[in-house]
């Protein structure tokens, strides 16, 4: 922690740091990382972000750093605590520190990889996993990454280390207040209505009475347009698409075409061939009819790019 402290000093030129501390000192230790954290927080340009402690909700926070949550002199510190996926407490808290705050660490899911050096097929045949990694060490990273996220946002402003501290507690809101039981969460402030705007092209497009349209992306989000006579029937032809891909799927195909017969129950008329590209994306067709006219423009610049019948890559 003083190597901490010494690195931010010299190196950091007042520029934003944040110190994440996701661990309990208690006794002696307790005490020696208490005075440091007091330290770094008499550093302006640095905040500190630790963990409430993974007892039980009614357990006194008595070890260190959190403990210093209830010093109101300590702006700049952040007491962090765990809520389930339900928006309740589920470990130790207290709402009298300056700054308490809540983020999510239940069913919060990502995947592990032995060697992120081999192939995929490689990779899917030695997965592993484990039950859980939970408590409100994991919750710091949220808050910590948050925290970052707000400070960016105001390049050019003196105030904007202790501001991140505000909007942190100002943005965070109780999910289901009918509840009473709820804790506040973090939040980024960003609505989805600001999200940024991107065509979700996985859609199943009707083109008069004899054509049809799917258009969807990979994983590597290059988008592909397959064109087809398609099925009298809506759903047979749905099906039939999903069908395609999954099998395309499993192989664990690059970009290019193949010809597959479908199972029986999946083929409707002149469904008996067709080419598609070869892709790894599951669940890729959705039943939004009324969406052609939105995506009239991609469609246009398809069919005036691609050879009639073909699949086309932008």
């Given amino acids: 922690m003083l190597k901490i402290y010494d690195h931010i000093k010299s190196n950091s030129m007042g520029r934003p740091c944040i110190v994440n501390i996701a661990a309990e000192f208690y006794r002696k230790e307790g005490d020696d990382i208490a005075e440091v954290v007091k330290k770094l927080h008499g550093l302006e340009n640095v905040i500190v972000v630790t963990m409430a402690g993974d007892g039980a909700p009614g357990d006194k926070i008595s070890h260190s750093p959190a403990s210093l949550g209830a010093k109101k002199d300590l702006k700049r510190l952040v007491v962090v605590g765990g ?24 069913n919060i899911f990502a995947p592990q990889f032995p060697d992120p050096r081999l192939r995929e097929d490689q990779l899917r045949s030695y997965m592993y996993y484990e039950e859980h990694y939970s408590g ?15 400070i960016s946002r105001n390049p050019s402003s003196p105030t904007r280390v202790k501001d991140a501290v505000k909007e942190l507690k100002a943005l965070s809101y109780t999910r289901d207040p009918q509840d009473g039981q709820n804790v506040k969460l973090i939040w980024n402030g960003i609505a989805s209505s600001e999200w940024p705007a991107r065509p979700d092209a996985r859609i199943k497009a009707s083109v008069g009475s004899d054509k049809r349209l799917l258009i969807y992306r990979d994983r590597e989000e290059r988008l592909y347009v397959y064109e087809g006579s398609g099925s009298e029937d809506e759903e047979i032809y749905r099906q039939e698409v999903v069908a395609r891909l999954e099998d395309l799927d499993s192989e664990h195909q690059g970009p290019g075409s193949e010809q597959r017969d479908l199972p ?38 398809y069919e005036n790019a691609a050879p009639e019948g073909t699949s086309s890559e932008w």
């Avoid at 339900?86 to 660490?105: C, G, H, R």
């Avoid at 409100?136 to 707000?150: D, E, K, R, W």
């Fill in 83 to 106: 809520a389930d996926n339900e928006f309740k407490n589920l470990l130790q808290y207290d709402e009298s520190f300056l700054n308490m705050v809540w983020a999510p660490i239940d």
């Fill in 136 to 150: 409100t060490s994991s919750a710091t990273a949220f808050v910590s990454g948050m925290l970052a996220n707000y």
């Fill in 264 to 301: 029986s129950e999946h083929q409707g008329p002149g469904s008996e061939q067709r080419d598609l590209p070869s892709v790894e994306y599951r669940n890729i067709v959705s039943e939004h009819e009324g969406l052609v006219s939105e995506y009239q423009d991609l469609i246009t610049e």
